[in-house]
């Protein structure tokens, strides 16, 4: 009888501690003598029976009594202690999120805490989800509790999913899952739907769902990685639709003055690759859409009475506005410049402070990139407005702050993408937590190719608005 009681429990004697061994043991124990007694002393029942009341009444005052009723405590605990089966197994027991709380302790059996368990499926993975409010139980707190709980829970990685405050999603694995950004992603121009106004889709997430960037409410972009590590592809996909329908005007400033963005020239609506040769043009150019802005959101053209522009979405009458400066430190780094560049320089900082500023209710957009990610590069007081920020592969902490910011603790950051995963990167959304995506590459030449194909479509419903 002792042996039968503690065989479901066999696996996980080795994470109780030392009172609820003893008092399992005690109950088992006492079992055992009760079963004996009315196996051999059948006429006993009556005898045990008062015995057991007067043990439950004074467990009123006495609760380690009950240890002494036949599977009392056995029974009420043990759907706690069949490893896989119970939530509050796992944060007490396995885990250790939170204290073993029982009747006999000062909690009273009275959780502070709500769980969910699923245990392993065909894939290897088992869930726990996790939410407490107590001040104490952080980011860090839940992170190293997981990784000390690998081999309780029979598994090699495990990955702690933040999804607001005082609320967790727990994945273990027991074979370290194939990441599905490590495969690179190709996709040729007839693959790519029609701009509907306000979300672009360019890859996928470190979950296997597609990764999608929505223009709506914002007004400023920040794509930054070190050289070779998929930015000009990554900015390819997020214009293309844009450049493909007349829903959108995009005006384009190549710093690098190469011929990276030839393959947008003819749709664009403004194309300056020369901002390296002619910063006084390119300051102009940009003062003049800055004003346009500032227009636009005094005279809400879309509509007599509503400001907002998204809230009538954007048209070919009315567009949605991108600029986009690829090379931004050609027009914001003042390092070994002259006093007359310095100058136009903080003109063009002001004119694209502008449009992030105002541009978010006037369907206006600003997208930064660049390889040299510093704070030189990209000012800190234009960054801080974008709402939306691309770290691509990057070395040093430095780097990836001047992009995103500060990382929360726990979320992915940009210096640990391999060197392998080209396009991959790390995207920081409004709540200020990042995610890991990848970059589909689609070859300019498709890009060129969907341009050509669209151009009189465009004009046709253009004249048709």
Known sequence: MFTLMFLPLAKVTAWDDDAWSA?????????????????????AIIACAVVWAVLLLLSVRH???????PFWRWLLALRHRIKGDSPVFIVER?????????????FKGVRDYVAAYSGYDETGEALLEFSCGISG????????????????MGAEVCKVEHLGPGHWLLHFWKTEPKNPLDDAIEIKASDLSDWDGKTVTYGLTEA?????LSYAQTSGIVVGGVPGAGKSAGATLLTLPLLASPKASVAIFDGKGGMD?????????????????????????LEQLAQRCVEDLKSHPWSDSDPDFWHSGAS???????????????????????????????????AVATIVRKGRSAGWCVMLLTQKPTADSIPTNIRDNCVVRFALRVTTREAAEAVLGSIPDGDPKPTEIPSTRRGGAVVQAEDGHTQSVR???LPVTEAAKALDSSTLETVVAGLEA
Do not use: M
């Open 261 to 285: 963005w030839h393959w947008a020239e003819r749709s664009a609506s403004l194309y300056n690759n020369e901002c390296d040769l002619d910063l006084e043009t390119a300051t102009d150019q």
């Open 208 to 212: 296997g769902e597609p990764a999608r």
């Open 94 to 106: 396995v885990l250790g999120l939170r204290p073993i709380e029982d009747a006999p302790t000062d």
């Open 137 to 152: 139980v952080t980011d860090e707190f839940v992170e190293k509790k997981a990784k000390d709980g690998l081999g309780a």
């Open 439 to 441: 970059f589909a590459y």
């Open 63 to 69: 609760p380690s009594l009950r240890n002494l009723l």
């Open 23 to 43: 008092r399992y043991t005690v109950s088992a124990l006492a079992t055992t003598a009760w079963f004996a007694l009315l196996v051999f002393v059948p006429g």
């Open 316 to 350: 070919a009458l009315h567009p949605f506005h991108l600029v986009v400066i690829d090379e931004c430190q050609t027009l914001f780094d003042t390092t070994g410049r002259s006093k007359e560049d310095k100058a136009l320089i903080e003109r063009c900082k002001r």
